[in-house]
């Protein structure tokens, strides 16, 4: 089973720019598509962005578009989230997710495997 840990979050200002990243030591993790989510304390976890094995395809939610950039680097098996212009409302635990051969979904139910995830905080 693929493992997944995300990094690189923690307390920045407001406007401030942040680079998540989502790692595996699993040898096919180009074979799968790997999502990012959020979730925010009282509210449901949401879809962000969605990059395909051999990064063929990517999509974004429509809040997303702009300030958020998916990538992937296959070679060093990671998937990174560049945020930029940093919000109070992004303050949220930001999760990697991932499927096996998957194509693009924004559905966290299409997404079997899961990281810990990482906190976000944005102060004003």
């Known amino acids: 089973q693929v493992q997944l840990v995300e990094s690189g979050g923690g307390l920045v200002q407001a406007g401030g720019s942040l680079k998540l990243s989502c790692s595996s030591s699993?040898?096919?993790?180009?074979?799968?598509?790997v999502g990012w989510f959020r979730q925010a304390p009282g509210k449901e976890r949401e879809f962000i962005a969605h990059i395909t094995g051999p990064a063929t395809n990517k999509g974004y939610a429509d809040f997303a578009k702009g300030r958020f950039t998916i990538s992937r680097d296959n070679r060093k098996n990671v998937v990174d989230l560049q945020i930029n212009n940093l919000k109070p409302e992004d303050t949220a635990v930001y999760y990697c997710a991932a499927r096996q051969w998957g194509t693009y979904s924004p559905d966290k139910n299409d997404y079997p495997i899961w990281g810990q995830g990482t906190q976000v905080t944005v102060s004003s």
């Open positions: 699993e040898r096919t993790f180009r074979q799968y598509g």
